[in-house]
């Protein structure tokens, strides 16, 4: 994920290289985000622009997830579109220092010409993480009463009273139900 691109700084732009990821570099997760289950893999095509490389690929690893209902550890797939420009901070014919217009957010291109995917890709991961993470789609969660997980089977718990006072609610709603044996066509 650590790529020396001088050539591709020298080149006229338009000029492309296309890498493969390794995964012999560490994309430092926080606490929180995930957890890598497997490899880092996928192609980028890293592209000279009039201001510096433009890195367009797709990404694939497994991470490891809690399940939003059920607690349970889950492993699942994922792959995400990365799309970034990283910007030079040494002219690559002179070795001058350069201005650095683009902010703080901007991706650098070190002083010795190597671009450093890593964090990008670390952006881009925690971006395609699910906003609600379930180990299956029908996953039955925990028992409210006993935190039994009910994937497991049903727990023996008796059902919470209802708060009558919301019966009058209940039966709006049974009242709007379309009559089922009506047979209306």
């Not at 399940?67 to 040494?90: K, N």
């Not at 952006?123 to 299956?136: D, F, K, S």
Request: proline share 6%; charged share 25%.
């Amino acid at each position: 994920m650590i790529y020396n691109v001088s050539q591709l700084l020298k080149s006229a732009p338009g000029a492309t290289l296309d890498v493969e990821l390794d995964n012999d570099d560490d994309l430092n997760l926080q606490d929180g985000e995930a957890e890598l289950a497997g490899p880092v893999t996928g192609q980028v095509r890293l592209h000279r622009t009039n201001q510096g490389i433009f890195a367009d690929g797709m990404v694939t690893t497994a991470v490891k997830l809690i399940c939003d209902r059920c607690l349970s550890d889950f492993t699942t797939p994922l792959t995400f579109p990365v799309h970034e420009e990283f910007y030079p901070t040494i002219d690559v014919t002179t070795g001058a220092p350069l201005q650095t217009i683009h902010g703080e957010d901007a991706f650098p291109i070190d002083r010795n010409h190597v671009l450093d995917m890593r964090e990008a890709i670390r952006q881009n991961l925690v971006l395609a993480l699910p906003v609600r993470a379930l180990c299956r789609e029908d996953c039955a969660g925990l028992c409210p009463q006993c935190g039994k997980n009910l994937n497991d089977g049903a727990c023996d718990c008796q059902p919470e009273p209802t708060d009558e006072r919301f019966a009058a609610l209940r039966e709006l709603l049974v009242d709007a139900a379309p009559d089922a044996g009506s047979g209306a066509n």
